[in-house]
């Protein structure tokens, strides 16, 4: 196991009813940046709520609305510009992890003399940050509760990671209520983009790393089991609950403190993101089980370490190595396919040509350096066109 150093700051205010803490913003000062998408928070009631303790509690608010699904940094530069002309003292965002990580720039962007995309581009330049809270409205990114945010430039086709000590939310609310009206689409799309955060961690090249290895089971086993049954009963409280919580023990460090690698999934689908502009949460489920079979094609390595998680969660009983791993993956894109109804195909999602295939995998390969199993550009077009 990894030296490490354990922070996770973000104070979490979890279960029902929970939006009167929104009363803790007074430490912060009294004006707020609030940050939400395309209006979805309005129709359910929860603007209105928010806007009422915000004022009760003598808080100033000024709006960036229309946050876009893979936030745009055009969204960024425009928030940057409000906190400086109102002499913004905190950001609040409404919304799922793309309206998170959206504030999450603006609250550093509001710090930084320079254009924003600095910061996506080079997060060593983010040292300090306006504070950033959150009330979350959709389980998948756990932004809610992490250091990082993406941001797109689709005028360049660009989509990047950033991330800084700075971009931990002070606090975060967290109402599985406010999830009852999430689509089946985007249900499904969460779950896969909590299960490959989780994929990404479980599958390291650090020894001795065994706990986190378990509390990652833990998290796969628990998205199984309750996103069918959110999927079927929108409004199952645990289900959401168990989700939600999910998204943030995925990605809020737990996972990888000591077991750290390089992530490989993600930078591929950015690049499809940035192209094509899909759902990240359907990229992803669409790319993982053609990444985890190429694995075991190109590194016989790696095979245990598959073999291990289809015998886990999957309860495989197959002695060989390779055709528990083989079956691991087949029941992982059962899952994501058959059982949360995504599109297995590229094509399914839009995208009808590879004219950008070997762009996308030369800018994915540089972000892949280090991972599970270090992929080439090559190897990378292979799994876009296996994918196709």
């Not at 606090?171 to 989780?198: C, E, F, L, R």
């Not at 737990?254 to 990240?280: K, N, Q, R």
């Amino acid at each position: 196991m990894n030296n490490f150093t354990y922070t996770i700051p973000t104070k979490i205010h979890f279960g029902k009813n929970r939006l009167g803490k929104l009363a803790e913003l007074k430490e912060s000062g009294t004006k707020v940046l609030l940050v939400y998408g395309g209006g979805s928070i309005k129709k359910s009631g929860l603007y209105d709520a928010a806007v009422s303790v915000l004022k009760e509690n003598g808080l100033e608010i000024t709006e960036l609305s229309g946050v876009e699904p893979n936030p745009r940094i055009e969204s960024v530069r425009k928030g940057v510009s409000l906190c400086k002309e109102n002499s913004i003292d905190m950001v609040l965002a409404i919304g799922g992890g793309s309206t998170i990580d959206c504030a999450k720039i603006v609250a550093a962007g509001a710090k930084y003399d320079g254009d924003p995309w600095d910061l996506v581009l080079r997060g060593s330049l983010i040292k300090e940050a306006l504070p950033i809270y959150s009330v979350l409205t959709l389980s998948a990114t756990g932004s809610e509760m992490d250091c990082f945010a993406v941001i797109s430039d689709l005028e360049k086709n660009e989509k990047w990671g950033t991330g800084a000590e700075a971009l931990k939310p002070k606090m975060s609310i967290m109402d599985p209520q406010y999830t009852y009206t999430v689509s089946k689409k985007q249900t499904s799309a969460g779950t896969a983009d909590i299960m490959s955060h989780t994929f990404e961690n479980y599958f390291t090249n650090v020894k001795g790393a065994g706990l986190q290895g378990h509390m990652c089971e833990a998290v796969l086993k628990t998205c199984i089991k309750y996103a069918p049954i959110a999927l079927e009963n929108p409004e199952d409280y645990d289900a959401r609950a168990n989700l939600m919580w999910c998204g943030s023990l995925a990605i809020n460090g737990l996972l990888s403190y000591g077991a750290e690698v390089t992530w490989c999934v993600h930078p591929m689908e950015h690049e499809l993101s940035a192209f094509y502009d899909i759902t990240h949460g359907e990229g992803l489920a669409i790319l993982t089980p053609v990444w985890m079979q190429y694995v075991i094609e190109k590194d016989p390595s790696k095979i245990p370490q598959i073999a291990e998680y289809g015998r886990n969660i999957w309860d495989i009983r197959q002695e060989d190595d390779k055709k528990a791993a083989e079956e691991a993956v087949r029941k992982t894109a059962d899952f994501f396919f058959e059982t949360l109804n995504i599109p297995s195909t590229l094509r399914e999602v839009g995208i009808t040509e590879k004219n950008h295939f070997e762009v996308m995998a030369e800018k994915a390969a540089k972000g892949c350096a280090g991972s599970f199993m270090t992929l080439e550009k090559e190897d990378i077009i292979e799994i876009f066109n296996r994918a196709f």
